[in-house]
């Protein structure tokens, strides 16, 4: 119950900033502040809701509190902070320590090992990459100085992509997660099979056009495949898809949700602050991707279907067009709200997800008052994005260890030296090559 507590207080917390509740109190809070409760709350649920199996329960809590005290310490202090950036002491590596080593824990815990040991590798790099040889001998930084540049600095797991994820990428999943709470998932469900249920290999084109409109509102490929593949996917296989082809159609579709606009996936909102352009122009330039992603699956979900004999379901059995399209107002006339303050009005991504989420809950207030009121079913709502978001806003602090060791070191000028010399004398491709296997 304490978990569930915990993850609610994230949407809360991102809800009061996204719409400057504190600066309309008359309270000053830095991004970075914020920041850092959103983080210190994040390693606290991830810690607690997946505890050590067979561990020790108390020095496991003690740990994430220990853990989330650095982050909220950080928070604390870091305006005084801004002025005694030459400081190094025990008063603020100590802290520091403890609060990197909880959020990689954590991650290890909710992500897997592989992205904790990517955080563990830059930052042993960080502190002995000046022993590495060549091109990537790294500058020498005291370890009190790279620890805190990772710990409190715009560059470090305070920066860019964490404030992405719990602005923009906040207000998304929380945008998604009140669509499936007022009916979206099933309308968008009785919507695609209306519309591909009779078709040659019907349960598959389904699965594409179900998973495809629920990549327009969540942009999670996760997200996708547990909504939707426990149903597509037993539909696949009574009519005729084997097993694997089934789970990988489902797969495929679910993965497009990343370049579906008008959501899409992190990335989506990291291009938009990287290069300093519109959300809307990121959206725009992915339509087509978009389109030809799932244009593609489709014709080769029909040439298999063709291959192999699979008809679709008889029509009968299936929701008219008209009446699945009346009810898919749940998803539409949401979508509709989030297309006009992004495009027309010209709001922040995060804002005009949350404005949207606030008009399916209007909507559903209109159809069941007594549900849309119920303390259980806004609070489900609350706990069901923080646990969505506390994967993504581990993930993205470990972006920020990745990006900010890359920048105090130099190791971002040597991977450039070294693409360059491998472009004067390989070529495109071995440039291309090279930075593929980087990435």
Same mark, same amino acid.
């Not at 801004?82 to 959020?103: D, S, Y």
């Given at each position: ?8 207080? =994230? ?84 802290? !520091? ?46 370890? !009190? ?19 992405? %994820? !719990? ?92 370049? %579906? ?13 990287? =290069? ?65 303050? =992004? ?80 472009? %004067? ?5 071995? =440039? ?8």
């Amino acid at each position: 119950m304490s978990s569930r507590i915990v993850t609610a207080l =994230l949407p809360v917390l991102g809800i009061a900033w996204i719409l400057d509740l504190p600066g309309r109190l008359g309270a000053v809070v830095i991004t970075e502040q914020y920041l850092a409760v959103v983080l210190g709350l994040a390693v606290l649920a991830g810690l607690v809701a997946k505890p050590v199996a067979g561990g020790w329960r108390w020095p496991d809590l003690a740990f994430a509190l220990a853990a989330m005290g650095g982050w909220l310490w950080l928070a604390w202090n870091y305006e005084d902070w801004l002025l005694t950036a030459h400081l190094r002491g025990p008063e603020k590596w100590v802290p !520091a320590a403890f609060a990197i080593a909880g959020m990689l824990e954590a991650t290890r815990r909710h992500c897997g090992m592989v992205l904790a040991v990517l955080g563990v590798v830059f930052m042993a790099y960080g502190f002995w990459g000046w022993l590495a040889p060549g091109l990537f001998e790294g500058a020498y930084l005291k370890p !009190a100085r790279y620890l805190l540049y990772v710990y409190n600095d715009s560059n470090g797991v305070p920066g860019l992509v964490l404030n992405v %994820a !719990a602005n923009q990428i906040m207000g998304f999943i929380l945008f998604g997660v009140v669509l499936t709470a007022v009916g979206g998932s099933d309308a968008m469900t009785r919507l695609a099979l209306s519309l591909m249920g009779h078709r040659r290999g019907g349960p598959a084109k389904v699965a594409i056009l179900a998973s495809s409109l629920f990549g327009t509102l969540s942009g999670s490929t996760v997200a996708n495949v547990m909504s939707y593949g426990v149903v597509t996917i037993p539909m696949m296989k009574k009519a005729g898809f084997p097993s694997r082809y089934a789970a990988a159609i489902e797969a495929v579709a679910s993965n497009g949700g990343q370049i %579906a606009p008008p959501v899409m996936g992190a990335t989506a909102f990291v291009i938009a602050e990287f =290069l300093q352009v519109g959300y809307g122009d990121v959206v725009i330039a992915a339509f087509l991707p978009a389109f030809f992603y799932y244009y593609l699956l489709y014709r080769q979900v029909d040439r298999f279907a063709v291959a192999h004999g699979i008809e679709g379901e008889a029509r009968e059995s299936l929701p008219r067009p008209g009446a699945a399209l009346l009810g898919a107002w749940p998803l539409l006339a949401p979508l509709g709200v989030l297309i006009w303050f =992004l495009f027309v009005l010209g709001y922040g991504p995060g804002k005009a997800a949350l404005f949207s989420a606030l008009a399916a809950l209007a909507l559903n207030l209109i159809r069941a008052p007594r549900e849309t009121l119920s303390p259980r079913f806004l609070g489900r709502i609350l706990a069901i994005s923080g646990q969505t978001l506390v994967p993504v806003i581990l993930v993205s602090a470990v972006a920020g260890i990745v990006i900010g060791t890359i920048n105090v070191t130099g190791l971002g000028f040597a991977l450039t030296l070294a693409l360059g010399k491998i472009a %004067a004398a390989g070529g495109l491709l071995s =440039l291309l090559a090279a930075t593929a296997a980087l990435a």
